[in-house]
Every structure is written in structure tokens, then in C-alpha cells.
């Protein structure tokens, strides 16, 4: 019963576009969303969030929108860098739960 | 920024054996966790700290146990290592539990033969 997921295991984007990650979530109850990004042998480091009061948060380049009713979030990237290149992971929570739940993961690939 | 270390980085070792995975943290942070990563499954919740000696089950804790004696230790023990163990193990800490997110480590490869 996977309650957050990430359909596209993989994005190719082209530097200097936007590159548009998409994350559903199944459970109504979450209430805080939070995207990670990860390198090969690191682990995965926090980079934007977003509460279900909110329908956008931005931070530089990064902006999370939120759709409550499609029960839907997604990561815009703009513009897109080489060093953007990583896995995405979607994280959705319900606050007081104590416990993060992750999506599968979207590698992102940014081409020169 | 060496907040949070887990040990061994690597391990290979055979089926049927036990094995302990460690993770320290220096931030004196409450909820300390454990995941393991896996093509096609994300990161999955092993078990979870919320404090010395409190502890509680994820959704992938069959097979695994945990210990938390310290604030800044929390071991993972596979009893009876199986193939499907195999896996990156990563440990988490956290103070607030969410806004601020997770600080991860870099992770254990453990390799089951």
C-alpha cells in the first residue's frame, strides 16, 4: 500500500529548462510534504517543504505547489543545472505522527 | 558536518548470520530512525527511536530489531540475515520530528550472500 508515490522512476531535462516533478499521495491525513534530493553514495538532504495550508513555497530556483484536492504535489526546477542531476524523493507526513513516508523516487538527469 | 555517522559503510556477509549496523549522532537530537532504500520502493521505514529506550516498529520491521541505550546510538540488528535484507541501510535524526526535515546519513550497503 504505497500512500505516497512517484510514477516516473526516471526524467531526462535539457540545462536551462524546467525541469517538473510530480508526487500523489492517498492518504488525506498528510499535512506536511517535504522533498528530498539525493546523490550516489550520500545520503538523501532536505530541500523544500511545503504545508497543506499553503498551495506554493519557493525557495531560489525550487517551488513545490501543493493541490489538496487532486492530492497531488510537484517540484519545479527553473532553471535546471547539471548539478541538479540526482534522485528526487516525495516525503508526506502527518504532523504529531512522528514518521516521514517516502515515495520510490524520480532520477532526474539534467543534459548539458 | 559529521552530525550523524553510520557504521560499517560497507558489509558483506552470509545468510544466517547476524549482523548490527550502527548509527551515532552528535546533535543530541530525540527521534533517531532506520530505512532501507531499494529500486522501486523508495525508502522504507525499518524502526524508529523517540527517545532512550522507546522505540517502535515501521512498516518493513519483520526481521530487524533496535536498540537505543544512549541518546546517541541507535543500533540496527538483522537476527538471521536473509538475501532480502540486502539493501542501503540509512539512519535518520531529527528534533522536531518534521518541519525541518531529516538529517540522514550517508548510508550502509549491506550486501547478504
Known amino acids: 500500500d504505497q500512500q505516497v508515490k512517484q510514477n516516473s522512476p526516471s526524467l531526462s531535462v535539457q540545462e536551462g529548462r524546467i525541469s517538473i516533478l510530480n508526487c500523489d499521495y492517498t492518504n488525506s491525513m498528510f499535512d506536511y510534504f517535504l522533498w528530498y534530493k539525493k546523490y550516489p553514495a550520500e545520503g538523501p538532504t532536505f530541500l523544500i517543504s511545503?504545508?497543506?495550508?499553503?498551495d506554493k513555497n519557493e525557495d531560489g530556483r525550487f517551488t513545490v505547489f501543493l493541490n489538496k484536492s487532486a492530492k497531488h504535489l510537484s517540484l519545479h526546477i527553473v532553471p535546471s543545472q547539471p548539478g541538479d542531476s540526482a534522485v528526487y524523493f516525495c516525503a508526506a507526513i502527518i504532523q504529531g505522527a512522528q514518521k516521514l513516508v517516502f515515495g520510490q523516487g524520480t532520477r532526474l538527469t539534467i543534459n548539458p | 558536518d559529521a552530525g550523524i555517522t553510520q557504521s560499517p559503510r560497507h558489509k558483506v556477509t552470509e545468510t544466517g548470520t547476524p549482523v548490527t549496523l550502527r548509527c551515532h549522532q552528535t546533535?543530541?537530537?530525540?527521534?533517531m530512525y532506520w530505512y532501507r532504500q531499494d529500486p522501486g520502493h523508495g525508502l522504507r521505514l525499518i524502526h524508529y527511536s523517540y527517545g532512550v529506550k522507546d522505540t517502535d516498529k515501521g512498516e518493513v520491521s519483520d526481521g530487524y530489531s533496535v536498540s537505543r541505550s544512549k541518546t546517541e546510538d541507535f543500533l540496527l540488528t538483522l537476527e538471521s540475515a536473509t538475501s532480502s535484507q540486502t539493501s542501503v541501510y540509512f539512519c535518520?535524526?531529527?528534533?522536531?520530528?518534521?518541519?525541518?526535515?531529516?538529517?540522514f546519513g550517508s548510508g550502509t550497503r549491506l550486501t547478504v550472500v
Open positions: 546533535e543530541n537530537h530525540r527521534y
Open positions: 511545503i504545508s497543506s495550508i499553503k
Open positions: 535518520a535524526i531529527s528534533e522536531q520530528a518534521i518541519n525541518y526535515g531529516y538529517t
